[in-house]
């Protein structure tokens, strides 16, 4: 079943105690995998921005309501005609002007000083696409509900592989630091022995090739477990400057029980699949949409308006030059003939929604199959876990039995040096398989539908 993680007690308490690291660097955030998942879906970018995704459709939703509401604007003009436009009348009948030889009169109809002030409100009384238009809104709300579950969704994946990194390197540092002191040890015995004639140079020249190796892998360690930690907090939101300290080791997460309850799981729901079947509800309310477009629209209007002129700029706003009109109305529009547009528009709407349906057949069957498959990655990766781990204690085992035998001197400086890579390539192999387990494990609870 789908996992809720209610946060805010804890992000408050973590966002209390950053501001005092400030004033005290040395200390440290300590932090479980479920904590850094708790804080990740409250700071990660790619959270936030789904929350605020889901905001912005609510704001949708308003806006498509607010269409079928009443729209009401004032209206407020002056005009001054500086040259008051003619008005040509035939020089004829009673009005003809005899003294004039053309045979048009220009006559100048209009005051110098205009204005008037209205409200005017519009009401829409019938539109297809208004009742579409909501319940296309609220479906969008749905899909930004789900995408906002994906985007946690990730971000738990990212977080707990990033977290798993930090682990591994943590034992891998740990185990080279072993081998270092291991090798330093057998270095500085050798070099005894040679300083007493019991070794040749070359020997030690040996063993110092390898101590130089195994030094360069440690740095190269060193930096890869800073690294997977500053990408961690890149995950989780939290500031470069601030530092972290995983509380949990690999032990804490490799419960067997667990993991025979992973494999025996059939799955849950999955949000891609509520994902791509909103979708096709929005495709079918776009169709529904254009086929609407061919029923009229019916807007009803009002408008009250006061209007009023003068010869004189100072007798504009008298109330005796001023009159009012009122008028009440409804208006029609009925679509004829659009060339076409609407009847292209409904056929791409259905390409459309066949695409989706088959990006959901599609998805329902991908799902068993990526179930299957991790599975199977888990369990090969299990499998070459206990390989490895294995080959890991033999391979130690072997270099110590070497070791002793070349201390006792009935073995050859250059089997230690051969026993020591042996070591060193067992463990590498066993941290990769390690990492792959882990992963795999993720990949599996991400196919399920539980993470």
Do not use: C
Not at 63 to 78: H, K, M, S, V, Y
């Amino acid at each position: 079943m789908k996992r809720k993680i209610h946060i805010g007690f804890y992000t408050l308490a973590l966002m209390l105690f950053i501001p005092a690291l400030t004033q005290a660097q040395q200390q440290v955030i300590p932090l479980t995998l479920e904590e850094s998942i708790k804080f990740a879906l409250e700071n990660n970018v790619e959270a936030k921005n789904a929350k605020l995704e889901v905001m912005a459709s609510q704001a949708t939703i308003n806006e498509n309501l607010a269409r079928g509401l009443p729209q009401i604007n004032g209206t407020f003009d002056f005009t001054h005609n500086f040259a008051i436009p003619l008005v040509f009348l035939p020089n004829e009948g009673p009005f003809a002007n005899p003294e004039s030889e053309s045979d048009v009169i220009a006559a100048r109809f209009g005051v110098d000083f205009q204005s008037s002030l209205g409200v005017r409100m519009d009401q829409m009384i019938f539109d297809g696409s208004y009742f579409v238009g909501l319940k296309a809104a609220k479906t969008l709300k749905r899909l930004t509900d789900f995408d906002l579950e994906k985007a946690e969704i990730d971000v738990i994946e990212n977080i707990k592989k990033a977290y798993f990194t930090v682990l591994v390197n943590d034992e891998r540092l740990q185990i080279v630091e072993a081998n270092l002191s291991r090798i330093d040890q057998l270095w500085k015995e050798t070099q005894i022995l040679y300083e007493e004639g019991f070794a040749e140079k070359l020997e030690v020249s040996r063993i110092r090739v390898q101590r130089n190796n195994l030094q360069s892998e440690y740095d190269k360690v060193v930096t890869a477990t800073a690294i997977s930690v500053e990408l961690l907090k890149l995950q989780m939101g939290i500031p470069f400057e601030f530092e972290v300290r995983l509380t949990e080791s690999l032990k804490d997460h490799n419960n067997p029980v667990l993991i025979e309850e992973l494999l025996s799981n059939n799955g849950y729901r999955r949000v891609e699949m509520d994902q791509i079947k909103t979708n096709i509800e929005l495709a079918n309310l776009d169709l529904k949409n254009n086929q609407v477009q061919y029923m009229p629209t019916i807007n009803g209007f009002l408008t009250y308006q006061r209007s009023g002129a003068a010869l004189d700029f100072s007798n504009t706003f008298n109330s005796s030059n001023w009159f009012t009109a009122a008028f009440v109305g409804v208006n029609m529009a009925i679509p004829i003939f659009d060339g076409f547009s609407k009847r292209s528009k409904i056929q791409k709407n259905r390409v459309q929604i066949k695409q989706l349906e088959n990006q959901a057949y599609y998805f329902d069957q991908s799902i068993d199959v990526e179930i299957f498959q991790a599975k199977k990655n888990l369990k090969n990766s299990l499998y070459a876990l206990e390989v490895q781990s294995e080959n890991r204690i033999l391979a130690l085992e072997v270099f110590e039995m070497t070791k002793i035998k070349y201390q006792e001197g009935v073995g050859s400086n250059l089997e230690v040096i051969d026993a020591d890579s042996a070591l060193k390539e067992a463990e590498a192999n066993y941290f990769s398989a390690l990492y792959d387990a882990l992963i795999a494990k993720v990949d599996l609870e991400k196919a399920l539908g539980i993470l």
